[in-house]
C-alpha cells in the first residue's frame, strides 16, 4: 500500500484528496441528505476553502458534486467559512456563511440558495446581490466574528441566529435577529459569554427532549425541553457544552446550576474531534451531529499523503435521562455496513489475560463488547490530589499495562501481534471515599513506531458518570486504519484518537481484549463486524 493510502480511511467520510476541516451547513431536503464541509481544492494544508459538497439518502454512501459555494464575489473573496443551512417556511432552504473580505481577515455574514428547487441534490447554489447580510458594528471584532448557526423562530414572528465572537478575552455569542431573513439587527446583549475562554467558533444551539428519544427541530424554543449550547474553542481546539435553559423573553441562554462552563465543561468527546454542528432529522425524527477529526500528524506527513482530516460518523444526540448530559451514538444507517461477524461470550478474563479477536478485519471493524466484574472492592483508591477535571493527565500514568484492582480492561485495537504498535482503548474504576470514579482512556502513545519527539499521541480520556450497580460497563469502537472512536457507557464518553500505525495496518492488524486489574473480568457478550466500504460516486 502506497503512503497516501495507508491511513486513508475505509467507511469514514473523506474526499479523493486535499485538506478538509468543519462539516458545514448540514439539512435533510426532500429526501436527501446533504453534507457541504470546508475544503481546500488546492491542496492538503488549511486555505483557499470553498464549501464541497456531497449527497446521500442514508448519511453512509455518497455522491459527491461540485462545491456549492466558492469565493467569487465582493463579499466572500478571500473565502467562504462556516455556516449553516435553515429550512424556511415553503420547504424552502436558505444557507448563512461567513465570507472573508479582505486580506486582513475581516468576515461578514452572507446567504446563498439554491439556484433551481427542482433539482433534487440542490448543485449549484446563487449568492444574491444584497450580500452581505450582516456586517460587525464598531462594538464587535470583525476578525472574529462567524460561523452563523441555524436559525429558529422567535414568539415574536422574527428569526434569530448566534455566531461566535469574542472580546478581548471573552467568549461571546453574539445574537441577531430578522422578520425577513435579509435584514438583520444586533441584539443588544449577547446569547451567552463565558469570560475567560478566548474566541467562540462554530456555536451551536438547539433544544432536545427531556423525555423520550424524539428530537427536535431549531425553532422549538419552550416545552418540555432543555436547550444545548454548544462552542468550539480555538485555543484547545475541543468542542463543548452545557445544558441549560433558553428565556425566551430575555432572549438569553441561562447554563443549569451545577454545569461547569469552559475549559472544564462536558464535552461531545474527549478527543480529536471539533468544529461539530447538529441538525434536525425530519426523516427519522432526531437530531444528527457532524464532527471534523484533524489529522495528528506532521503538515510535512499530510502533504506527503496528499489528504488530511476526516468527517467523523454522524451521531445521534440525545439527552441522558439523568438530565445531566448528552448521549451520543453512531446513526443506525452505519449497521448496515456490518460485515463477516465475531462473537463471544462468557468469557472470564483474569489479571494479564489478553483474548484476540480473530475472524473479522481489525484494521476496519465495528465492536461492541459488555465487560461485568464480581466485585468493586479491589478498586484503587482515587488521590485527592488528583484533579477530577483532568482525566486525560490520569491516564497518562495509568496505561492500560499499568496493572491496576478494577481495570484497566478493555480493548486494544489496531496492535501488532507483539504490541510493538496498540492503540487501547479500556476502563479503570478508583474509589473516592463512598463513591467510584470510572476513567475511561483512549491512549495512542504506543500507537505508531514512527513517531518522532514532539509528535501528537495523548492518552485522551474522561471521567464517566455512570451507575455501577449492575457491575457492567459496556464501550463500542468504531475501527477505521488512522480513526478510533469509541462510545462509553452507551456514549456517555466518546473517545476518537487519530493514529498512525507502521506495522498494524491492512491484515496485519489484530485487535484483542485485555484485563490488567486484580479483579477478574468477564466479557459479558462481544461482537465484532468486520465494516465494509459504503459506496461513493463520482469518485
Ligand atoms: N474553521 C472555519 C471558520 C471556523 C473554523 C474556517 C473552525 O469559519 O471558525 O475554515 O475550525
Not at 427531556?210 to 436547550?227: F, P, Y
Not at 449550547?229 to 425566551?248: E, P, Q, V
Not at 440525545?318 to 445531566?324: A, I, Q, R, Y
Request: charged share 25%; glycine share 8%; proline share 5%.
Amino acid at each position: 500500500v502506497n503512503v497516501k493510502d495507508l491511513h486513508r480511511t475505509g467507511y469514514h467520510f473523506q474526499p479523493l484528496k486535499h485538506w478538509i476541516n468543519d462539516p458545514n451547513g448540514p439539512m435533510y431536503f426532500n429526501g436527501i441528505y446533504h453534507l457541504f464541509y470546508q475544503y481546500n481544492p488546492k491542496g492538503a494544508v488549511w486555505g483557499n476553502i470553498v464549501w464541497a459538497h456531497s449527497v446521500s439518502k442514508d448519511l453512509i454512501n455518497w455522491e459527491r458534486l461540485e462545491p456549492a459555494i466558492f469565493p467569487s464575489k465582493s463579499f466572500d473573496k478571500y473565502g467562504c467559512w462556516s455556516g449553516s443551512a435553515t429550512i424556511l417556511p415553503g420547504n424552502k432552504p436558505v444557507i448563512l456563511y461567513s465570507g472573508i473580505i479582505d486580506k486582513n481577515n475581516t468576515q461578514v455574514q452572507n446567504y446563498a440558495v439554491p439556484a433551481n428547487l427542482s433539482d433534487p441534490y440542490l448543485q449549484e447554489w446563487i449568492k444574491p446581490d444584497d450580500n452581505p447580510l450582516i456586517v460587525a458594528d464598531k462594538s464587535v471584532n470583525k476578525t472574529a466574528f462567524r460561523d452563523p448557526t441555524t436559525a429558529w423562530l422567535g414568539k415574536d414572528g422574527e428569526w434569530r441566529i448566534t455566531l461566535g465572537s469574542r472580546h478581548k478575552d471573552k467568549g461571546i455569542s453574539l445574537l441577531y435577529k430578522s422578520k425577513d431573513f435579509i435584514n438583520w439587527t444586533r441584539v443588544k446583549k449577547p446569547l451567552h459569554s463565558v469570560d475567560g475562554t478566548g474566541n467562540w467558533e462554530c456555536p451551536d444551539f438547539f433544544p432536545v427532549s427531556v423525555q423520550g428519544t424524539k428530537e427536535l427541530d431549531t425553532s422549538v424554543i419552550e416545552g418540555n425541553i432543555k436547550h444545548v449550547m454548544k462552542i468550539s474553542l480555538d485555543a484547545t481546539r475541543y468542542d463543548y457544552y452545557t445544558l441549560g435553559k433558553y428565556n425566551t423573553k430575555k432572549d438569553k441562554y441561562i447554563p443549569d446550576k451545577g454545569m461547569v462552563d469552559g475549559w472544564n465543561g462536558l464535552r461531545y468527546d474527549r478527543g480529536n474531534f471539533y468544529a461539530s454542528k447538529s441538525f434536525f432529522d425530519p426523516a427519522k425524527n432526531r437530531r444528527i451531529l457532524w464532527g471534523w477529526a484533524n489529522e495528528s500528524d506532521y503538515v510535512h506527513d499530510d502533504v506527503k499523503k496528499g489528504w488530511a482530516g476526516v468527517q467523523l460518523i454522524p451521531r445521534t444526540i440525545v439527552l441522558d435521562p439523568n438530565g445531566k448530559q448528552l448521549l451520543l451514538w453512531p446513526v443506525e444507517e452505519l449497521e448496515t455496513l456490518r460485515g463477516k461477524k465475531v462473537e463471544l461470550t462468557n468469557k472470564k478474563l483474569e489479571k494479564g489475560e489478553q483474548v484476540e479477536i480473530n475472524g473479522v478485519s481489525a484494521a476496519q471493524a465495528d465492536v461492541e463488547v459488555t465487560f461485568s466484574f464480581g466485585s468493586l472492592d479491589k478498586a484503587e483508591p482515587f488521590h485527592s490530589s488528583w484533579d477530577r477535571y483532568d482525566a486525560q493527565k490520569l491516564c497518562s500514568h495509568k496505561g492500560s499495562t499499568v496493572h491496576g484492582g478494577v481495570g484497566p480492561f478493555g480493548l486494544i485495537t489496531l496492535a501488532t501481534e507483539k504490541l510493538e504498535e496498540f492503540t487501547p482503548v479500556f476502563f479503570r474504576i478508583f474509589k473516592d471515599q463512598d463513591k467510584h470514579v470510572v476513567l475511561m482512556c483512549s491512549d495512542a502513545s504506543r500507537s505508531s513506531l514512527a513517531d518522532k519527539k514532539g509528535t501528537y499521541r495523548p492518552s485522551f480520556a474522561g471521567f464517566v458518570d455512570v451507575d455501577l450497580t449492575d457491575k457492567k460497563l459496556s464501550l463500542r469502537s468504531l475501527i477505521d486504519h488512522s480513526v478510533v472512536e469509541s462510545f462509553g457507557a452507551n456514549g456517555k464518553v466518546c473517545i476518537t484518537s487519530r493514529v498512525y500505525p507502521t506495522l498494524a495496518t491492512y491484515n496485519n492488524a489484530h485487535l484483542y481484549a485485555f484485563n490488567n486489574g486484580t479483579e477478574a473480568v468477564k466479557i459479558e457478550s462481544l461482537t465484532a463486524w468486520s465494516m465494509n466500504k459504503p459506496q461513493v460516486m463520482n469518485q
